[in-house]
């Protein structure tokens, strides 16, 4: 792999169910990021981790939760899903804390039914 | 928190002609502006990004400018082609609570080059 994989490529999921949307990276970024996109309101940011064993909140980041165990990892869980968090959702990383481009995995495409 | 806000969400061109997408931002502080174009079912890929150190970057048929005293960037596209539709996404930098720094996006602009 090259990059950033997300898994699966996109579920249907019935509400209440646990959901767990999964995240590697091979570049050995520090910094990773979840994003959910919706139609005309961009990207927005759940949660991040700085570097490995920290995590944050960002702006959406109710229902949702994340670990950074190691590296390569970022795994986003949906504890109980809700219909309103159907959506597609990015993963994304960086080399560091500082100011450069996000590299983006090719997305989630989540339906909660 | 940072804002930023993206015009127009939609934007249609005849090919051959120059399309402008205007954003702008709240933070002063913001120091990296990257601009995104995502196709349809594909992921957000970056085709250009400006530091505030710096007023215009010019990449073959794309150009960024910056004014950081109105705090306001654009994209402009020139000898628009069929292939530059897609979503556009600005997006600017503001540093997370924990530390850090994030990017703040735009709400997008649909473009649409017609032949």
């Known amino acids: 792999i090259a990059g950033i994989t997300q898994a699966p490529t996109s579920q249907i999921l019935a509400a209440g169910r646990r959901m767990t949307l999964r995240c590697t990276q091979d570049m050995r970024h520090n910094a990773m990021y979840w994003y959910r996109q919706d139609l005309g309101l961009g990207l927005r940011l759940i949660h991040y981790?700085?570097?490995?064993?920290?995590?944050g909140k960002g702006e959406v980041p109710d229902g949702y939760s994340v670990s950074r165990a190691n590296t390569d990892d970022f795994p986003l869980t949906l504890a109980s899903a809700v219909p309103s968090q159907t959506s597609v959702y990015f993963c994304a990383s960086k080399p560091g804390q500082g100011d450069s481009p996000l590299h983006f995995g090719n997305g989630t495409r989540l339906t909660v039914t | 928190g940072e804002n930023v806000e993206q015009h127009p969400s939609t934007l249609s061109v005849q090919e051959g002609d120059s399309a402008v997408i205007k954003c702008t931002y709240s933070?002063?502080?913001?120091?990296?502006f990257p601009w995104y174009k995502q196709e349809l079912g594909k992921r957000p890929q970056l085709i250009i990004d400006?530091?505030?150190?710096?007023g215009e970057k010019k990449d073959q048929r794309i150009a960024v400018t910056l004014n950081k005293t109105a705090k306001h960037f654009s994209l402009h596209i020139t000898e628009t082609q069929p292939e530059d539709s897609a979503v556009y996404f600005c997006a600017a930098s503001g540093e997370l609570t924990g530390g850090g720094n994030k990017l703040t996006f735009g709400t997008g602009t649909q473009l649409k080059v017609e032949l």
């Open positions: 933070d002063s502080a913001s120091n990296y």
């Open positions: 400006i530091r505030s150190n710096v």
């Open positions: 981790s700085n570097t490995a064993g920290t995590t």
